[in-house]
């Protein structure tokens, strides 16, 4: 089992700056990915970033430039530096681990992310 645990949404105005993180903790070992998704209301949960345990990144092309990825394997912890933000950045942010050999999928309870304009 992985347990993760979310922090750092919250309100913040057009233009402005979050870094969500996610905690992961429990079994974790071998080839994994961490990623970002977000849920708009009412729609279906979409990617916004991901990164390999080797720090190889992926990003959705709209988010490419104002948001980065990053982990620290140490800490079991990766984060979400969301820049420039815009109130259509507003979502329930979700934290996801993959893992492989076995596969293994486990979510974060989510965090809101909410930009006024």
């Known amino acids: 089992q992985v347990q993760l645990v979310e922090s750092g949404g919250g309100l913040v105005q057009a233009g402005g700056s979050l870094r969500l993180s996610c905690a992961a903790s429990g079994s974790i070992y071998g080839i994994n990915v961490m990623s970002w998704y977000r849920q708009f209301r009412g729609k279906q949960r979409e990617l916004v970033a991901s990164i390999t345990s080797g720090n190889s990144t992926n990003y959705a092309n709209s988010e490419k430039g104002r948001f980065t990825i990053s982990r620290d394997n140490a800490k079991n912890t990766v984060y979400l530096q969301m820049n420039s933000l815009k109130p259509e950045d507003t979502a329930v942010y979700y934290c996801?681990?993959?893992?492989?050999?076995?596969?293994?999928?486990?979510w974060g309870q989510g965090t809101q992310v909410t930009v006024s304009s």
């Open positions: 996801n681990y993959h893992g492989f050999f076995p596969t293994r999928d486990y």
